[in-house]
């Protein structure tokens, strides 16, 4: 593929979204009688939504969708709408299927209609960390970027992607770092943002180029030269890497441009990733006009990590899975920030966490049936 071409893919492609927090507004009946302009103006509205997914949205094959069966399903429906709302109710029973997070509708007033709840359990509370973040020297930047020291290591919540939280910023929250024995990255609430920012922090980690992730995307049929997935591939930036281990705390409510990262960093010799699964949401998401003051999104790409396996649906795995507990912990700590700490002390050489010998095993089951 010609230089000329590659550019003209990715502008069209443009930065990814985030997947925020959604309100979902009343779809309340109405009972007024519509006229057939109304009606009409409903049925144009569904057949635009309708082929601006036809002609865009990647996944169907992969989500097991057959769009052509949905439009005949639902355009009846929409031709009964009686009002917007109830327009709305219909495309968004038609787009449920697809279960994903970056497929909504936004209403006049801003508020988004999502069509896909995950029923997911994330790994971060935001009080227990905050207490855990009092004896860690924490500096907020803003509610969404801080950094601090935790046992001895340096320690950095990206909690967005999205300004103020910057490439100049992270360049220059690193470089104090730069002597730090070891740095814990917490994205587990990270929901997204611009993905070329999160990539453009990774490249400050390898001393190689490398492929980051791949993308498919749906090409006009007059382009043959494109081979799909394209690669998308991070080198070093910077005057300088940071090569010391490296923590990636992960989980469920990491999305988007967060998943891109995490996908990129787990690749690296010095890096474990802790934690859960993230999300599993990657859709690189462009926003079009519905009509009568209404918009919707549709997911422009269907990304894959470094070893070509799918994130959308299916999330990015950690190295080191742990089970969320923190009832079983004090109020004022963050099991896996703990836990970030003693694989860190591990890798310096500070102390081995050992597995429990069969020995020790059995006097722990003789003490525990002795307490019994």
């Known amino acids: 593929m010609t230089r000329a071409r590659h550019w003209k893919v990715w502008l069209a492609l443009g930065a990814a979204a985030s997947?925020?927090?959604?309100?979902?507004?009343s779809l309340r009946s109405q009972a007024a009688v519509v006229s057939p302009a109304e009606t009409r103006s409903f049925v144009a509205q569904f057949d635009t939504l309708w082929t601006r997914f036809d002609e865009v949205y990647p996944s169907f094959a992969y989500k097991r969708v057959d769009w052509r069966a949905q439009r005949a399903a639902y355009r009846t429906r929409a031709q009964?709408?009686?009002?917007?709302?109830?327009?709305?109710?219909?495309?968004?029973?038609?787009?449920?299927?697809?279960?994903?997070?970056?497929?909504?509708?936004?209403?006049?007033?801003?508020?988004?209609?999502?069509?896909?709840?995950?029923?997911?359990?994330?790994?971060?509370?935001?009080?227990?960390?905050?207490?855990a973040?009092?004896?860690?020297?924490?500096?907020?930047?803003?509610?969404?970027?801080?950094?601090?020291?935790?046992?001895?290591?340096?320690?950095?919540?990206?909690?967005?992607?999205?300004?103020?939280?910057?490439?100049?910023?992270?360049d220059l929250a690193l470089a104090r770092m730069r002597d730090a024995p070891g740095l814990i990255i917490d994205v587990r609430s990270n929901a997204g943002g611009t993905d070329q920012t999160a990539l453009a922090f990774a490249s400050r980690f390898t001393t190689r180029a490398?492929?980051?992730?791949?993308?498919?995307?749906?090409?006009?049929?007059?382009?043959?030269?494109?081979?799909?997935?394209?690669?998308?591939?991070?080198?070093?930036?910077?005057?300088?890497?940071?090569?010391?281990?490296?923590?990636?705390?992960?989980?469920?409510?990491?999305?988007?441009?967060?998943?891109?990262?995490v996908a990129a960093m787990r690749t690296l010799p010095q890096v474990t990733v802790v934690g859960d699964t993230t999300g599993g949401a990657s859709g690189n998401p462009a926003t079009f006009s519905l009509g009568n003051g209404w918009h919707f999104t549709v997911p422009r790409w269907l990304e894959f990590g470094p070893d070509k396996r799918p994130i959308e649906g299916r999330g990015v795995a950690p190295h080191l899975a742990m089970t969320w507990d923190p009832a079983s912990y004090d109020s004022a700590r963050d099991p896996l920030i703990d836990a970030a700490v003693g694989l860190l002390g591990e890798r310096n050489g500070v102390y081995r966490i050992a597995p429990v010998s069969s020995q020790d095993a059995r006097v722990a089951r003789t003490s525990g049936d002795a307490r019994r």
């Open 80 to 131: 009964r709408a009686r009002s917007q709302d109830e327009l709305i109710a219909v495309l968004v029973d038609m787009l449920s299927p697809l279960h994903d997070l970056h497929v909504w509708l936004v209403d006049p007033r801003g508020q988004a209609v999502p069509t896909f709840r995950p029923s997911v359990r994330a790994n971060f509370e935001r009080g227990r960390w905050e207490s």
């Open 210 to 261: 490398f492929t980051a992730s791949y993308v498919e995307i749906r090409t006009d049929s007059l382009v043959k030269d494109i081979e799909m997935p394209l690669a998308r591939t991070i080198g070093p930036r910077g005057g300088w890497q940071f090569t010391r281990p490296v923590v990636v705390l992960s989980g469920r409510g990491g999305f988007s441009a967060t998943e891109s990262f």
């Open 133 to 170: 973040m009092r004896d860690a020297s924490y500096l907020a930047h803003t509610r969404d970027f801080g950094e601090g020291t935790v046992g001895g290591y340096a320690y950095l919540y990206i909690g967005s992607w999205k300004e103020p939280v910057s490439q100049d910023a992270l």
């Open 19 to 25: 997947s925020g927090a959604c309100v979902v507004p």
